[in-house]
């Protein structure tokens, strides 16, 4: 049987597994951030009915620059931006390596700062750019100074930075973003997929679109519009970035059906985003809960709490959970597990396993 060994694999991918998460049949899953609320009936309902009226024209090609799709998505960001400040496509990951194919490519670097998105590595890896980790502090945290230093000795093409940053939760502070913006002649791209869930008074890299012509923010419908099945992603940055990505971007990539069902969710924002306070509402419950256990917690502007392992065992508690019905994620920081805030009842069949294992 041939083995990958046996293919002419790019050396940069050899020794290199693909990004995922299990997908378990427990009753509870809580590992891989989705929304753990199902779509509202009046949300689906125009759904339904947008799909219904593309499905006859399957037969031609969708609009290949998703125009009015741009439109209603600048229109939900605000901040002065229209249609071509914006770029949509399969995901926020999609968006990521058209930057990368774009702004990266063999014999360019990019720069990033773990604990974070481990996609972003992959993704220069599939790019042939060379990846550079910046580290970011014993307390997970990052600095201005510490981010700058890092850009000035490297001087990558492309600085990747997440904010709120996954896996940890927290939301990088404007002055971050800022900075690194301010020391380098490459692209910044800010990851901001969980921009949603941030705690009252956050401010986002959307407020410098405008002043930095190199910076771009990325986002994605999966998490607080709850379409993680619609896959749709998208950039705001300047017109001449939206221009640029397009050199790269693949003839008609977004189908008419995602585009369709992403307008009727963006025409029905209210609804769709009417869960996002409850997920807060649990995320917040589990942060509180598990200080009051003398667990370590990192503080979380997003759907996800980053937790401290009991006795410092991530490996063990992760499977005592899964034995408990719970599925969590070990996402491999020594000592450190990741829980999804999903449901009250998910919610406390978490804390009620865990707390069997204290």
């Known amino acids: 049987m041939t083995s990958l060994d046996d293919l002419p694999l790019r050396d940069e991918l050899r020794g290199m597994t693909p ?18 609320y199902p779509l509202p009936d009046e ?6 009915k947008a799909l219904s009226a593309v499905l006859r024209e399957l037969n031609r090609y969708p609009d290949r620059d998703a125009v009015a799709l741009r439109t209603d998505l600048a229109a939900y960001l605000g901040h002065g931006l229209d249609q071509s400040n914006v770029w949509a496509a399969n ?71 997440c904010s709120p940053n996954n896996p940890t939760g927290t939301a990088l502070p404007l002055e971050v973003v800022e900075a690194v913006a301010g020391a380098t002649d490459g692209m910044v791209v800010v990851d901001e997929a969980y921009a949603e869930f941030a705690r009252p008074g956050t401010v986002f890299a959307l407020s410098l679109i405008q002043r930095y012509p190199r910076l771009v923010v990325t986002r ?60 807060k509402a649990q995320r917040d419950r589990i ?51 990741r829980v999804t805030a999903g449901t009250p009842e998910e919610t406390t069949a978490f804390l009620n396993a865990l707390e069997e294992l204290l």
């Open 19 to 36: 990004y995922g998460a299990p997908q378990l049949d427990v009753a509870v899953r809580l590992n891989t951030n989705e929304n753990s």
């Open 43 to 48: 949300a689906v309902a125009a759904m339904e």
């Open 91 to 161: 995901g926020s990951n999609e968006i990521q390596q058209e930057l990368l194919q774009t702004f990266g490519g063999p014999g360019r670097t990019a720069l990033g700062f773990t604990p974070s998105y481990s996609m972003h590595p992959l993704l220069a890896a599939g790019t042939g750019t060379a990846w550079v980790d910046g580290r970011r502090g014993a307390d997970f945290g990052l600095t201005a100074e510490h981010a700058v230093e890092m850009v000035r000795r490297h001087r990558p093409d492309l600085v990747f930075l």
């Open 220 to 279: 994605t419908m999966s998490k607080a519009f709850a379409l993680a099945g619609g896959r749709v992603g998208y950039l705001a940055a300047d017109p001449a970035v939206v221009d640029a990505v397009q050199l790269v971007r693949l003839p008609y990539h977004l189908s008419a059906l995602t585009q369709a069902a992403a307008r009727s969710a963006l025409a029905h924002t209210a609804a769709l985003l009417s869960t996002v306070d409850a997920v």
């Open 287 to 337: 942060v509180d809960t598990l200080r009051g256990w003398a667990l370590p917690v990192a503080d979380s502007d997003a759907n996800f709490v980053l937790f401290g392992a009991p006795r410092g065992d991530s490996k063990g508690t992760w499977q005592a959970l899964l034995d408990r019905g719970v599925l969590i994620r070990d996402v491999g920081l020594p000592g450190w597990l």
